[in-house]
């Protein structure tokens, strides 16, 4: 356990649902990520929020809304998703943002059929 | 973008061999990271490199790092079924707070 916990684990939705993934985190941290890992491509990161305020959006579609409620707690929330966008998402947390270490989640594996 | 990229992507040895894989980016950076992967779970930190720091060792670990070359190196030896994983560096860019993980390498331990 790395102590970032991420639900649901699996999840499989039509292009026309909206669902959410959820992180948490209680070891203090003040850093989370979002991160896609896709096959054969290397890991993506998608957002980044620093004491809760968002500092990075890598070019992401609008499709994907992240929400950062409080230090400990963030979601991405998924609508009108594509084929495409079947991955494995990560969720991360560090003490502060870039030189340091990365607590990774499990992973939430998403199929979008 | 990408930052740092493995060499090589597929590593097979023996078991009780020593592994050596290799990592090279393209910009200055503050420190440099090892993570590794079992299959579809998440990522798990082995151990970070400051600039300043040519060599860092943990438990069978040993991590070089060479600014000169931008390149660093992670050499796990005697090497263990349960080794068997996926594994990345990551890297930061000297004027960015982004942690940019490569492709990673794929190793695998022949019983």
Same mark, same amino acid.
């Given at each position: 356990e790395t102590g970032v916990t991420q639900t649901p684990r699996h999840l499989v939705m039509g292009m026309t649902n909206k669902k959410s993934l959820k992180c948490e985190q209680h070891l203090g941290h003040n850093a989370m990520y979002w991160y896609k890992q896709s096959a054969k491509k290397p890991l993506e990161l998608m957002f980044v929020y620093n004491f809760k305020e968002q500092t990075e959006n890598n070019s992401v579609p609008s499709r994907f809304s992240p929400e950062c409620p409080n230090s400990s707690h963030l979601f991405l929330h998924l609508h009108t998703l594509q084929p495409e966008d079947s991955a494995l998402y990560l969720c991360a947390s560090s003490q502060w943002t870039g030189n340091t270490e990365a607590f990774f989640g499990q992973g939430t594996r998403l199929t979008v059929v | 973008s990408q930052q740092g990229e493995e060499d090589p992507q597929a590593l097979s040895i023996q078991e009780g061999e020593n592994a050596t894989m290799n990592c090279s980016y393209k910009t200055s950076i503050n420190n440099l990271q090892w993570y590794r992967q079992n299959s579809g779970r998440g990522l798990v930190h082995l151990i970070l490199i400051r600039s300043n720091e040519?060599?860092?060792?943990?438990?069978?670990?040993?991590?070089?790092?060479? +600014?000169?070359?931008?390149?660093?190196?992670?050499?796990? +030896? @005697?090497?263990? @079924? @349960?080794? +068997? @994983?996926s594994y990345f560096c990551a890297t930061d860019e000297d004027r960015d707070d982004k942690i940019i993980f490569g492709k990673g390498t794929r190793l695998h331990i022949l019983p």
């Open positions: - | 040519r060599e860092k060792h943990s438990g069978r670990l040993r991590v070089t790092l060479d +600014t000169s070359k931008k390149s660093s190196s992670l050499l796990i +030896t @005697a090497s263990r @079924a @349960a080794d +068997t @994983a």
